[in-house]
């Protein structure tokens, strides 16, 4: 008796943990209908070895994700991502089990409890002061921190995890960071250089400059780069600033589509309150209103926002942007009164950035090269299959031409003989 009261306590706590989790309101209000979808793909036999349809996929993601199986979706998704990339990057990490890592020790301990307190402090379940919340926060990032040696731990990682705390338990929640790390591409703007992180400012200006030359011009005019206000919204992906309903979406997007969501959505929403922008006149009260007002004008702004996004298409600007970023870096290298060995660091620090460049065009091009060898085998077993029905078909009309042949003798017979005639061979199907 004890122990089945025991069991409906933890349920009790399981359900109450839940319900403080996913205590946020909803961006894309998910219609009983698209639930029904969604819970018939969730419910799938064998559902991890089937590749479903991207199309489908797409559009139920659009028409919304029911907050209490959001967790359940997203590891869908990544599920999905691995059958449709069979070929792991290089870059994986040890496949370490994750109650080993807890077992270890951090140098980043220091860092990580310093911002417990600081990652999303309104937040009934994170609120508590080492309470549940902030104690399984702790070991995700501590985890992370053993993992990603490079990486270890940086300002902004808490909020990720904090959001995938939210939607699923404590060990999902790391296998879906290392997910989004690894196989999603956000790792790289966490690296200690920032490197990567600069790049991403100097790509975001180029889109600005592209789409909303008006707003790209005041914002030069006012001295106010990109790294100002966007540089939270890319290491904490939005999740420090914009309401829980809004980042949950913006996650939906990005297991959907990868990391260059976060580039869609900076620039749908400085382009969407570009009047409101255009506006204020110096550098405090517009680095003001992108950080404080822009975040909290509501939720039909926000469904907007998300519905520009899956319909833009940027990737091929952002390539060329950042091979444009390394160029100018090397230019700005050769025209300035640099010392030879300041010149030589920088050369190599750009050299060593073109060449994890070129390893990750690589590793995308032997990635492309396994799809098109597996493409190639599955049509040379289609040819196969194809010759094999044709030389089956093609048998088939001999036996029965050679049946057509014996009745017509047999008929011819039957005649001679003055008998009853044979009942003739029945009309072939159509189609056949």
Same mark, same amino acid.
């Given at each position: 008796?004890?122990?089945?009261?025991?069991?409906?306590?933890?349920?009790?706590?399981?359900?109450?943990?839940?319900?403080?989790?996913?205590?946020?309101?909803?961006?894309?209000?998910?219609?009983?209908?698209?639930?029904?979808?969604?819970?018939?793909?969730?419910?799938?036999?064998?559902?991890?070895?089937?590749?479903?349809?991207?199309?489908?996929?797409?559009?139920?993601?659009?028409?919304?994700?029911?907050?209490?199986?959001?967790?359940?979706?997203?590891?869908?998704?990544?599920?999905?991502?691995?059958?449709?990339?069979?070929?792991?990057?290089?870059?994986?990490?040890?496949?370490?089990?994750?109650?080993?890592?807890?077992?270890?020790?951090?140098?980043?301990?220091?860092?990580?409890?310093?911002?417990?307190?600081?990652?999303?402090?309104?937040?009934?379940?994170?609120?508590?002061?080492?309470?549940?919340?902030?104690?399984?926060?702790?070991?995700?990032?501590?985890?992370?921190?053993?993992?990603?040696?490079?990486?270890?731990?940086?300002?902004?990682?808490?909020?990720?995890?904090?959001?995938?705390?939210?939607?699923?338990?404590?060990?999902?929640?790391?296998?879906?960071?290392?997910?989004?790390?690894?196989?999603?591409?956000?790792?790289?703007?966490?690296?200690?250089?920032?490197?990567?992180?600069?790049?991403?400012?100097?790509?975001?200006?180029?889109?600005?400059?592209?789409?909303?030359?008006?707003?790209?011009?005041?914002?030069?005019?006012?001295?106010?780069?990109?790294?100002?206000?966007?540089?939270?919204?890319?290491?904490?992906?939005?999740?420090?600033?914009?309401?829980?309903?809004?980042?949950?979406?913006?996650?939906?997007?990005?297991? $959907? *589509?990868?990391? +260059? %969501?976060?580039?869609? /959505?900076?620039?749908?929403? =400085?382009?969407?309150?570009? &009047? @409101?922008?255009?506006?204020?006149?110096?550098?405090?009260?517009?680095?003001?209103?992108?950080?404080?007002?822009?975040?909290?004008?509501?939720?039909?702004?926000?469904?907007?926002?998300?519905?520009?996004?899956?319909?833009?298409?940027?990737?091929?600007? $952002? *390539?060329?942007? +950042? %091979?444009?970023?390394? /160029?100018?870096?090397?230019? =700005?290298?050769?025209?300035? &009164? @640099?010392?030879?060995?300041?010149?030589?660091?920088?050369?190599?620090?750009?050299?060593?950035?073109?060449?994890?460049?070129?390893?990750?065009?690589?590793?995308?091009?032997?990635?492309?090269?396994?799809?098109?060898?597996?493409?190639?085998?599955?049509?040379?077993?289609?040819?196969?299959?194809?010759?094999?029905?044709?030389?089956?078909? =093609?048998?088939?009309?001999?036996?029965?031409?050679?049946?057509?042949?014996?009745?017509?003798?047999?008929?011819?017979?039957?005649?001679?003989?003055?008998?009853?005639?044979?009942?003739?061979?029945?009309?072939?199907?159509?189609?056949?």
């Amino acid at each position: 008796m004890e122990k089945e009261n025991q069991k409906l306590q933890a349920s009790e706590n399981d359900l109450l943990n839940k319900r403080l989790k996913l205590d946020y309101e909803e961006i894309t209000p998910c219609l009983k209908e698209v639930t029904t979808v969604w819970e018939k793909m969730l419910t799938t036999p064998g559902r991890s070895k089937i590749k479903f349809d991207m199309e489908k996929m797409h559009s139920a993601v659009g028409q919304g994700v029911p907050r209490h199986h959001r967790g359940e979706i997203w590891k869908f998704l990544a599920e999905q991502y691995h059958l449709k990339h069979p070929f792991p990057s290089k870059q994986q990490p040890k496949d370490t089990p994750y109650k080993e890592l807890l077992k270890q020790l951090t140098s980043h301990q220091h860092a990580i409890l310093i911002d417990l307190g600081r990652t999303f402090p309104t937040h009934p379940y994170f609120s508590a002061q080492l309470g549940a919340g902030q104690l399984s926060l702790y070991n995700i990032l501590k985890a992370y921190s053993l993992l990603d040696q490079e990486v270890g731990y940086c300002q902004g990682l808490s909020f990720v995890a904090g959001i995938l705390l939210l939607h699923m338990g404590e060990e999902e929640a790391f296998n879906m960071l290392k997910f989004l790390m690894f196989d999603m591409g956000l790792r790289k703007q966490y690296r200690p250089d920032m490197i990567i992180l600069q790049i991403q400012m100097y790509q975001l200006s180029r889109l600005l400059h592209d789409y909303h030359r008006d707003l790209y011009n005041h914002l030069e005019e006012h001295e106010i780069g990109p790294s100002l206000y966007a540089a939270p919204w890319f290491l904490t992906v939005f999740a420090s600033q914009f309401p829980l309903g809004f980042v949950a979406r913006v996650f939906d997007m990005i297991f $959907l *589509q990868g990391s +260059e %969501v976060i580039f869609k /959505v900076a620039l749908s929403l =400085l382009g969407s309150h570009k &009047p @409101l922008i255009l506006q204020h006149e110096n550098l405090e009260t517009i680095v003001d209103f992108i950080k404080s007002t822009l975040p909290n004008l509501g939720l039909v702004q926000m469904e907007k926002t998300i519905s520009q996004v899956f319909v833009m298409d940027i990737s091929k600007q $952002l *390539q060329a942007y +950042e %091979v444009e970023y390394h /160029v100018l870096q090397e230019e =700005l290298i050769d025209s300035s &009164p @640099l010392s030879d060995n300041q010149r030589m660091d920088r050369l190599e620090k750009t050299n060593s950035s073109l060449r994890k460049q070129n390893l990750d065009l690589l590793e995308q091009l032997q990635v492309a090269n396994g799809r098109i060898q597996s493409l190639e085998a599955t049509v040379e077993k289609l040819l196969t299959s194809e010759s094999k029905l044709k030389q089956a078909t =093609l048998a088939l009309e001999l036996e029965r031409s050679a049946l057509l042949r014996t009745v017509e003798r047999l008929q011819g017979q039957t005649a001679e003989l003055g008998g009853p005639e044979p009942d003739p061979v029945p009309p072939e199907p159509a189609g056949h």
